[in-house]
DNA sequence: ATAAAACCTAAACCATGGTTTAGGTCAAGG
DNA sequence: CCTTGACCTAAACCATGGTTTAGGTTTTAT
């Protein structure tokens, strides 16, 4: 009938210590406990900590989670307020897309050279006209990092 | 010819003190200093550090991005190492778009809800639901968050 | 020539998001 | 019944990624 918080960590791929913490921090105020004092998530706590995981792994932090989760405890009286935060995110969440999309392109763009035939010739030039390139301003080779 | 601390910050919206925090960490050997000892950034230095915040912005650890500078500082020997390194970092990009979409699919399924005419009448079901769940395993209502 | 703005280093400080430790209580199997 | 594993809280601790401060030097504009 309730998962105990070991079966959720596991479930959740979260450590126990983590989930004790969301809750210390107001992120599952809707998780009650047994007579013994144990934590008890229902079925309806497990789709809400799914909710709080989209909304962590999306980068949000652990006070705007929890000024959400407070909207979402108080009623159906804060659906406007859900609502603005939500599509808040949501831009923050597109943002980040086009910031992995463009970063990928650049790494792929990196992947593409040096697995070129004639990579080594590349890197080769590349370096001569960057040492070049800092003669011209008057400036040394920068230190040569060792390995 | 070349581009001051300042310069660059503005360009990359940095802060100064995090490209200094960067130098120092060890994210940005190949920028020389002039005679006077102020850091002299050329276009070569810009794409590189382009490079690093590429790296940065896709959640990669300042360590490992010293690492595959490191390499590229190296030379041409170590071309294998950096294309092992970014295939490595390829991967764990696919994956946060992976988490990205996912996440953003539950919001925009939220969305939906609340932005729906019957949002309201929803909502109220899904709270006594919610409350019958816990009803039914003994527990009590959990502590309604005041706002 | 001088003041203000921009740069420098080193080191202390800080925010965030956890993890670990200490000292217990609870529950399920033998 | 009693031990072992899972749970509890509170509080200390830690890693990461910066930011801020203090005490200077350098460049630039007047």
Request: hydrophobic letters at 45%.
């Given at each position: 009938m309730t998962y105990a918080i070991g079966d959720v960590a596991e479930k959740f791929n979260l450590s126990i210590s983590t989930i004790r913490y969301y809750d210390k921090r107001g992120l599952l105020p809707f998780v009650s406990k047994n007579k013994s004092g144990h934590r008890a998530f229902t079925d309806s706590d497990l789709k809400m900590l799914y909710t709080v995981c989209c909304l962590k792994d999306?980068?949000?932090s652990i006070e705007h989670i929890r000024d959400y989760i407070s909207a979402v405890m108080a009623g159906d009286t804060t659906i406007d307020d859900?609502?603005?935060?939500?599509?808040?995110?949501?831009e923050t969440i597109l943002r980040q897309q086009a910031v992995l999309q463009e970063s990928l392109?650049?790494?792929?763009?990196?992947?593409?050279n040096?697995?070129?035939p004639d990579a080594h010739?590349?890197?080769?030039?590349?370096?001569?006209?960057?040492n070049q390139e800092?003669?011209?301003?008057?400036?040394?080779?920068?230190?040569q990092v060792k390995r």
């Open positions: 999306t980068g949000m859900r609502i603005a935060m939500l599509k808040d995110h949501r392109a650049e790494i792929d763009l990196k992947l593409e040096y697995q070129a010739t590349f890197v080769q030039k590349e370096v001569a006209y960057v800092k003669a011209r301003a008057g400036l040394k080779k920068p230190f």
